[in-house]
């Protein structure tokens, strides 16, 4: 059986992450049933599961993978630009990713595998607080508040897309954060 190169490997998993999160965001978690994936990824449950260990794992690889492609955009390109990604994402994605919470509250398994997921996160973690400390940011508040405070915001505009409530001015919202977390001005 010829061996399958580290980029073949990237290349499928990709495809397989995409598929996923097309379906998941179609059906929901419960809807996405194996058969469903099996259509939207346009391979066998074979081989979705020779990258993934269960649909848990698969959901959660998902979930990360755009948890961290929207922090590339916040850390690379700013808060602001990342208010307007959220704001033309998929609404029915986003909600899926409110559908995670539920599962980690009422699922031992869920919970679980989304656990291993935070602790690799979390191996990254003082890479992703050292690039928010290169911005204009306050001083006088923890690194790791300001990161909070900022994803709050992100996960509250979220929110908002979700259900279609009304989507405030950008320019606003975004004048408001950098008032609370840009630098202090000497008094």
């Avoid at 409110?98 to 602790?119: C, G, N, P, Y």
């Avoid at 191996?123 to 204009?136: M, N, T, V, Y």
Wanted: proline share 4%; charged share 30%; net charge negative.
């Amino acid at each position: 059986m010829p061996k399958i190169s580290e980029e073949r490997k990237a290349e499928r998993r990709a495809q397989i992450v995409a598929g996923a999160r097309r379906c998941f965001a179609r059906e929901g978690y419960e809807g996405a049933t194996v058969a469903r994936l099996e259509h939207a990824i346009g391979l066998s449950r074979g081989a979705i599961f020779n990258y993934f260990e269960s649909k848990a794992d698969l959901f959660l690889a998902v979930v990360e993978e755009t948890s961290l492609e929207y922090t590339e955009i916040w850390l690379d390109r700013g808060f602001r630009v990342l208010l307007d990604e959220i704001v033309q994402a998929d609404a029915d994605w986003l909600a899926v990713q409110l559908e995670a919470i539920r599962h980690f509250r009422t699922d031992e398994e869920f919970k679980r595998s989304a656990e291993e997921h935070d602790r690799r996160l979390a191996e990254s973690r003082p890479q992703r607080l050292e690039r928010l400390g290169a911005q204009s940011l306050r001083d006088d508040v923890p690194l790791e508040t300001i990161g909070i405070f900022l994803g709050l915001v992100a996960n509250g505009l979220a929110l908002r897309v979700t259900v279609d409530d009304p989507v405030p001015d950008l320019d606003q919202l975004y004048e408001l954060v950098q008032t609370g977390v840009g630098p202090r001005s000497p008094r």
